[in-house]
Every structure is written in structure tokens, then in C-alpha cells.
């Protein structure tokens, strides 16, 4: 398809904008550019073109997208409106406080609520993803000890089985990773972790379930071997919507949290985002959260600065309006819902696991949480046919692919979530296509290995693009 | 509450009795049962109709101003109804990150046509596919020019809130920071030495600087110099490449986004080609499939942390990138004359203001090219000001000091908003 570039027409000027009412301001010859290059298009042609664009992408309104570790629930119509209000849209983050006190209480409620749920003292919204969330705990992290001249606590202990980001926010945290192996189910080797651990860990970052979708057993027992060597539990929150209201972090151990509204709360995620990646804490770490927080004083909601801080990670508040979705999930569902949802969520995967086990093996002996890996290791050594080839499969029969290739520990890994809000219908149809991919898989690998055949463009030629970058059309 | 949820009563004892289990907490089994005991405390349920009073009933605690003469890192411009009907599109709104390219090329195209608007403005070579924000695409963007001096240095006439976040980034790494110093509002070329300086053009106060004699200080020093721009400014001036600058970042909310306390908003980082492999966070590449029908796909993905781990460029995954569709969507509509013509009409009405503040006793506190911000003397009054303009629907300047005011005027002012405004700031000053 031509892009918005090849589409423009000299002749054509875009929107007309109002002139000024003012005389004009002359700037110095020398300050000013030469053209500017952008598309050049009427209205309807700008509406053409993104129009055609989107029925070139998939949604979650458009079918069944069991994206593993990404929470692809159904994003409810509600919260668009209401974060759309002129009362939150159209507001100036540096307003005075007495002018925002709707801003100010939705965050303060919003932290609330995250407290009710994780069991932590306190949140901050300002980090506007989760791996922005990872960075800015292990700060507060790195803040705690060196408040407690405990300089020398320099490691982060992270499973090998955990998101990429865990080890790359340590780094930029300025910490050096230590990797925790884990066994086949992927719970950490607890002997291995007693030897690891010493006056060196600065903390453990766990994802609980891990993203294997599997309840770590021994999350107290962990937290007790990390605490007692004078380490502090980080909680990934990636994995929440299992256990949201039912179980919180904070009674499991954990010392820090960051959550991704965009995925337990229902934050659309925009093809990438925005998320937002609130952080918790408990009381010990409260001081160094980052300014400004907000008080509730007898005058109304006002900004506090702290002298603690371990610093400011963005410009205002964080992603004020997906704040604002969250906190309307969260009033909706209410305790009881929320704890319904994670109830649902583990029941469709423990479902959908169970119907895929019908067609290749799948060890299905303890139950699974919201999500599930499945090895296609067999099915490759039998037939050739990848992982991917799978996943490109079943895009031609209307499922978004599973994550694939992820967790690294898994050999030809998918990853599947289906969460809460997918149909039973929904799940058997998609069990059912994986069934024939199998099937096909024996008869005619390289049927399989074709697809997708359904879609605009086939394969794309990956390597190409990474050898010679196109990166600006 | 339980809106969202598609499953029957039916269907749940359907698929239990297939699990062959009584009830859906034996799912739940591994979980220790000191933890399971203890009970999570929240609000009953609502209705939507109860949840969109309640949550309504905070956005009629805020005040909308008629007019806004605020910016400093926000600003409120005129957005097209288009924009929001078109990225409104559900296929743009809840798709993830296009990891599966065959039914993301939508999703994919737009990235790659946002990377090539941005690049257009900021005249360099490549861009990523967004950052947060402005100011943290500042921290990263300063992050990939660390070399043998582990030293960034940042003028301190430039966003504050940027300013703290690029040292947060940068202390956490163990990099040092210096704050240079800037001289009547303008930064004062650093010959010293940094492997980073970051500076603002239009800067914090709103002066256009003179960019090219800091790149070469920073140049001959050995740095690397990585500019702040307002996007919109670009539709005027030279662009930070042809200024000298190696990087050009900036946040994007003045193209189309609404201010919404602050977020979301979205950080661009543009640079010269040597630094392709050095972005952060996603980057869109053209290629072709087997057939030679032209697609794009995320690219050079070896930087990033779901590959490399701790020896990835950046942690960042989710980015922004439903604001960076909002950007390119509403660039689109623009055209390079609607731009020109709003950046145009920022800079007519804040001279005008100025012109007129300064008649009405409150001077401009620096010299020089400003675009569309400045600061003025209000000899001690700045709160009762604020305050006056406040009771007439106006959202007055930014109080940085009781003397200073930092005001801003986009296109959305009115003549007689100005006057009004004058005419305040006159009254309270006599």
C-alpha cells in the first residue's frame, strides 16, 4: 500500500488553519528553514488513508488474541469517553492545585484502590509503562539501602525465567544481574537462591505467576531466604490479572510493585501503547518515591516535595488518562469483580489448555493460572514445522498467534492468555484450529509452513530489513 | 459488574466438569493457604451507568478555562474532530504491539510513515517509533552518547521536570551530571568536557537559541549535543540537524494530543545515522515478502530487551504509540502549510501579548527571538495576577517566581483574550 507520503499532492493544501488576528511576527531571515516536507492531503483523503490502514491490523474487537504475558482483554467503550471529558482532557497538569482537585482525588483514589489490591502503603502513577515502573522500584530500591549506608548491596537476582526487561531495567537501575535458575516447572531452585544470595543482593525481581503461568509454591519461603540475607522482594505485576483479588503481593513478601494498568485494568494498548506502569512500595520505601506526591490535608488535595526522593522519571504526573480508565475498571468490577475476572481468566486457560491437550501433548497434571506455555518442540522434531509456522497458521483462521518464542527456557515456546472476557466459543474454536494445524502439520508441512495466505502480505523478508535499513519513506 | 465477563453459569459448570474439577478455586491450589485466608477489601461493584457518574463527578472538580495562556511543557492547540474519529479506530486503539507483521502492516505503515514526519521536522536521518515523553526521551537520548567521560551535561535553561529526569537516568547509571549555566536566559557555549549536552531551543523561557555556536563548543570538546525542540516551532525554524545537532528530541503533545494533566503524551528521538543501532524502543523498517509486495516490520530488534536482556540499549517495551498515530494523523490534516500556519499564529499572538504586557508595565525579562513563550517582570504580583485572570475564565502564565511570569499563547487565544489579559496585568500593576 502507497504511504501517506505517496499519496500527497502538491496542489493540495491541508486543513486551513485560522490566520492570525494580530499583525504577523517577522522572525530574522537566518533563523527560518527551507520547506518542510509532509503529507500534503484533503481531509477525506487523510480519513482514507488510516481507514485503510486499520483493516490492515487487528484488534481485540476484531477476534480472539491470546497474546501471553499481554493481557488482551476486552477494553470497555465506557473509558474512553470518560477519559475524552473536557474536565480531564482538556486540563493543564500545571494548574493550581485548588483548580484540579478532580485530577488530584482520581489519583488518590486510583492509589488507593492499587494499595487495596497489592497490599503495598503507597503508589505513584508517574511511570507510564511497566518496564518504566521496573526502573523507577529498583531506584526506590537502590534509595532504601543507600539510606541505611548499605552501599554495598550492588545485585539483582532475576529468574531465567523472566521478561526481558527485568535485566535491562537493573542495568539501567545500575545494578548487575545474577541470574536464579529455575526447575521444569519453573519455580526457583531454592538452594540454589540460599547460595546466592549475601550482603551483595540488593533485591529479587518475581514475576508471580511466572510466565511459565505457573503459582510459585514457594514464593514465602523465597521471600524469607531474600529478606533474611537483607535483600528486598520486587513484584512484576505483568502477571496480576491471575490473582487480582485474590491474592495480594504485599502478603506474599513483596516490598515493591509495579502494575501495568494496560493489561490487569483494561488500558487499551494501542497498538504499543500508552500503558502506564504505577509503583508501590511499602512504608520503609515511601520516602523516596518520586515528587511531587499528593496530600490529602484539610484544605483539599495538595502537592508535597519530599527531600528523599530517588529522583523524578517523567514530566508531570504519568499517563494522567489511562489513570482514568483504570480507575473506572476498578469501580465498576469492584472487589468481588475483580476476583471473578482473575477467577475467569484462569478458568478459560485451564480450559483452553485442557481442549489443546486433546490434539498434542500437553502436560496438563497441575493447573495452570491465566496463561500457559505449550513446547512445539515435538512437533518440529516430527515435522518440521516451527513454533511460528503454527502461529502463522492460525492467523488464517481468524486467532491472533499466541506469544511465541518466549519463555526463553521453553524450547519452541507459545505462550497463551486468553483472559477473562474471550467466550467458551471463542476458546473451542480456537483449540479446534490448533487441532487442525497439528493435524496438517503431519499431512502437509508445507501447507503449513505457507501460511499466512489470508492476510495482505506473506511473510515478510525480516533478515532483509534488519541487513539494509529502510527506516524513513 | 460483570459486564465484561461472556461466560454463562451454564458454560462455567461445562467447563469445569471438563476439568474435572468441583470449583474453580482447586485452579487456585498452589497457592499457599495462609496467603488464600486473607481477604482483599474493595468497593462493591457498579454499573457502567453508576461508574460514569462517579467518575464524571471528578472531571466537574477540575476547571476548564476558556482560555489558557499556560504552557511550559503543555500546551493547548485546536484539534481537528478527524483526529480523534480516526485514531479512535478500535484496530488502532486495543491492537498490541505489532509483533505479527502479516496482520499489523496498518499498524506498522503508520509507524513508519510517523518515524518519516519526524525525521522531516527535525531534519535527521532516522527516529524511533516514540518514547514516554519528552523528557524521557531526553535521559535516553543523552544514554546513547556515553563514552569515556561518563559525564552529561544540562544547560539550566531548560525544562525542569526534563532537567530532573535526565539526571535521574543518568545518576542511576553512574554518570555525573553538570548543570551549565546560562547567560540572560540564553545556555553559554560549554567547552569543557561531556560525552553528552543537552540543551532546549526553544528553551524553557521560550528563546530561540543559538544553536550551532553550543554544537560546536560541545563538537570541538569532543560531545555529542542533543537538542529539545517543540515540534511545532520546527514549522519555522532551521531544523536541529542542519543546526548542528547530533540528536533532536522533544515530546509531541502540541500535535494533536489534548493536554490531559500531563499524559499521554509521547517523546520523539530523531538522529544522525550513526546512532541508528543505538535508539531505544521500537523502530519500523521497510522490506518486502517473498512475492516482493512491499511490508514493513519491526526492525534491528537486536538492540532491544526482549533479545539482549541486561546488554539491551534501553528497557523500554510498551512505548507510546497510540499518541505517536495522533501525531502522525493530525501532521497529516495539517499538511506543511496548516502547520506553518499554526506555528505562525503562536508567534503573532505571543509577540502581540508581550508588546502589550510591556505597555501595560510588565517588561520582558530577556532579550532575543522568542517563539511562543517569554517571561515578564510583575514587580512582586505575580500571584494576585494569576489570581485576577483566574476569576475571568483565564488560565494566567506560569508562576516561577513573585516577579516572573512565564506566559504562552498558541492559536487557540483571542485577540480580546490578550487584551484581557493586558488590561489585568495593567490594572493589578497600577
Known amino acids: 500500500m502507497k504511504t501517506v507520503f505517496e499519496k500527497s499532492s502538491a496542489e493540495i493544501k491541508g486543513m486551513e488553519m485560522p490566520a492570525p488576528q494580530v499583525e504577523k511576527h517577522i522572525f530574522a531571515e537566518g533563523l527560518l528553514r527551507d520547506g518542510l516536507r509532509l503529507p500534503e492531503l484533503s481531509e477525506q483523503e487523510v480519513a482514507r488513508h488510516y481507514t485503510a490502514l486499520s483493516k490492515r491490523a487487528f484488534g481485540v474487537d476484531d477476534g480472539f488474541y491470546p497474546l501471553g504475558s499481554c493481557t488482551m482483554k476486552y477494553n470497555p467503550k465506557l473509558h474512553e469517553k470518560l477519559a475524552a471529558l473536557a474536565g480531564f482532557a482538556d486540563v493543564h497538569p500545571l494548574t493550581r492545585a485548588d483548580k484540579i482537585q478532580g485530577s488530584l482525588a482520581l489519583i488518590d483514589t486510583l492509589n488507593s484502590y492499587l494499595c487495596g489490591i497489592t497490599g503495598m502503603d503507597a503508589f505513584t502513577t508517574q511511570p507510564c509503562a511497566g518496564a518504566h515502573g521496573e526502573f523507577l522500584g529498583l531506584l526506590l530500591i537502590k534509595a532504601y539501602h543507600a539510606s541505611r549506608g548499605d552501599g554495598a548491596r550492588t545485585k539483582v537476582i532475576i529468574p531465567d525465567s523472566a521478561h526481558g526487561t527485568n535485566p535491562a531495567s537493573a542495568v539501567m537501575a545500575g545494578f548487575e544481574v545474577v541470574h536464579a535458575g529455575t526447575d521444569a516447572s519453573g519455580d526457583i531452585d531454592l538452594d540454589a537462591l540460599r547460595a546466592l544470595v549475601g550482603a551483595d543482593t540488593a533485591a529479587l525481581m518475581l514475576t508471580n505467576p511466572s510466565t511459565l503461568g505457573l503459582f510459585e509454591k514457594n514464593v514465602l519461603k523465597i521471600a524469607e531466604i531474600v529478606h533474611d540475607a537483607g535483600g528486598l522482594m520486587y513484584y512484576d505485576g505483568a502477571n496480576l490479572n491471575a490473582v487480582a483479588g485474590v491474592v495480594r503481593p504485599g502478603d506474599m513478601g513483596f516490598d515493591v510493585v509495579h502494575l501495568n494498568l494496560h493489561k490487569t485494568f483494561s488500558a487499551p494498548h494501542g497498538g504499543g501503547g500508552p500503558g502506564a506502569g504505577p509503583v508501590g512500595c511499602k512504608k520503609a520505601l515511601v520516602p523516596f518515591l518520586p515528587n511531587p506526591r499528593i496530600a490529602d490535608t484539610d484544605e483539599g488535595f495538595r502537592f508535597n516535595y519530599g527531600k528523599r526522593s530517588a529522583g523524578r522519571v517523567s514530566a508531570f504526573y504519568g499517563n494522567f488518562g489511562v489513570l482514568v480508565k483504570a480507575l473506572a475498571y476498578i469501580v465498576t468490577l469492584g472487589g468481588e469483580g475483580i476476583a471473578q475476572a482473575s477467577e475467569t481468566a484462569v478458568l478459560n486457560a485451564n480450559y483452553l489448555r485442557e481442549k489443546m491437550s486433546l490434539h498434542y501433548p500437553i502436560d496438563t497434571s497441575r493447573p495452570c493460572m491465566h496463561e500457559f506455555v505449550v513446547s512445539m518442540k515435538k512437533l518440529k522434531d516430527d515435522t518440521g514445522v516451527t513454533a511460528n509456522d503454527v502461529a502463522k497458521a492460525l492467523i488464517d483462521r481468524g486467532i491472533h498467534p499466541p506469544t511465541i518464542y518466549f519463555p526463553l527456557i521453553v524450547e519452541e515456546a507459545m505462550m497463551f492468555e486468553p483472559t477473562e472476557t474471550e467466550t467458551k466459543e471463542g476458546l473451542d474454536r480456537a483449540a479446534e484450529a490448533f487441532g487442525e494445524i497439528v493435524r496438517l502439520a503431519y499431512a502437509d508441512p508445507a501447507a503449513v509452513k505457507r501460511a499466512p495466505v489470508t492476510t495482505p502480505i506473506g511473510r515478510p523478508d525480516e533478515a532483509a530489513a534488519a541487513r539494509h535499513p529502510v527506516l524513513v519513506g | ?430
Open chain 2, 1 to 430: 459488574m460483570s459486564d465484561y465477563i461472556s461466560l454463562t453459569d451454564k458454560e462455567r459448570e461445562e467447563m469445569l466438569s471438563v476439568l474435572g474439577v468441583g470449583s474453580v478455586r482447586e485452579l487456585f491450589a498452589d497457592i499457599p493457604a495462609e496467603l488464600g485466608r486473607l481477604k482483599v477489601r474493595l468497593s462493591q461493584g457498579r454499573t457502567q451507568k453508576e461508574t460514569e457518574e462517579l467518575v464524571s463527578s471528578f472531571a466537574a472538580r477540575n476547571k476548564v478555562y476558556k482560555s489558557v495562556f499556560l504552557g511550559a511543557g503543555c500546551y493547548r492547540h485546536y484539534i481537528p474532530a478527524a483526529v480523534g474519529a480516526i485514531v479512535g479506530r478500535e484496530e488502532f486503539l486495543t491492537a498490541y504491539t505489532p509483533y505479527q507483521p502479516e496482520i499489523s502492516q496498518g499498524i506498522l505503515q503508520a509507524m513508519f510513515e510517523y518515524q518519516t514526519m519526524m525525521c522531516s521536522l527535525t531534519g535527521m536521518d532516522v527516529s524511533n517509533a516514540s518514547h514516554y515523553s519528552g523528557a524521557t526521551a531526553a535521559a535516553e537520548a543523552c544514554l546513547m552518547c556515553l563514552g569515556k567521560t561518563r559525564t552529561i551535561g544540562v544547560y539550566d535553561n531548560v525544562n525542569p521536570d526534563t532537567l530532573e529526569t535526565v539526571a535521574t537516568y543518568a545518576r542511576a547509571r553512574g554518570v555525573k551530571v553538570v548543570v551549565l549555566p546560562s547567560s540572560g536566559g540564553k545556555a553559554v557555549p560549554y567547552e569543557g568536557e561531556a560525552d553528552a549536552v543537552y540543551m532546549e531551543s526553544p528553551n524553557y523561557f521560550g528563546l530561540v537559541e543559538d544553536v550551532t555556536a553550543v554544537a560546536d563548543a560541545v563538537h570541538i570538546a569532543g560531545g555529542k549535543l542533543v537538542v529539545g525542540c517543540n515540534p511545532v516551532s520546527l514549522a519555522l525554524f532551521r531544523t536541529p540537524a542542519e543546526l548542528g545537532a547530533d540528536i533532536a528530541v522533544g515530546d509531541g503533545q502540541p500535535l494533536g494530543l489534548p493536554m490531559s494533566f500531563g499524559g499521554p503524551s509521547f517523546g520523539f528521538i530523531t538522529a544522525k545515522k550513526e546512532f541508528t543501532r543505538k535508539l531505544p524502543g521500537r523502530i519500523v523498517g521497510e522490506t518486502a515478502d517473498a512475492e516482493g509486495r512491499r511490508a514493513f516490520v519491526l526492525t534491528l530488534q537486536a538492540r532491544e530487551q526482549h533479545i539482549r536482556r541486561e546488554k539491551a540499549s534501553s528497557n523500554i517495551c510498551s512505548n507510546q504509540a497510540h499518541a505517536a498515530l495522533t501525531a502522525s494523523v493530525y501532521l497529516s490534516l495539517m499538511g506543511s502549510a496548516g502547520l506553518r500556519a499554526v506555528a505562525e499564529t503562536c508567534a503573532a499572538n505571543a509577540h502581540y501579548l508581550a508588546d502589550k504586557l510591556s505597555e501595560a508595565g510588565a517588561p520582558r525579562v530577556h532579550k532575543g527571538e522568542f517563539f511562543h513563550e517569554f517571561v515578564t517582570d510583575v514587580k512582586g504580583k505575580a500571584a494576585e495576577i494569576v489570581c485576577a485572570l483566574d476569576r475571568q475564565d483565564i488560565l494566567g502564565g506560569l508562576v516561577l517566581s513573585p516577579d516572573r511570569i512565564l506566559w504562552c499563547c498558541t492559536e487557540t487565544v483571542s485577540k480580546s483574550d490578550m487584551d484581557k489579559v493586558a488590561e489585568t496585568v495593567g490594572r493589578v500593576l497600577k
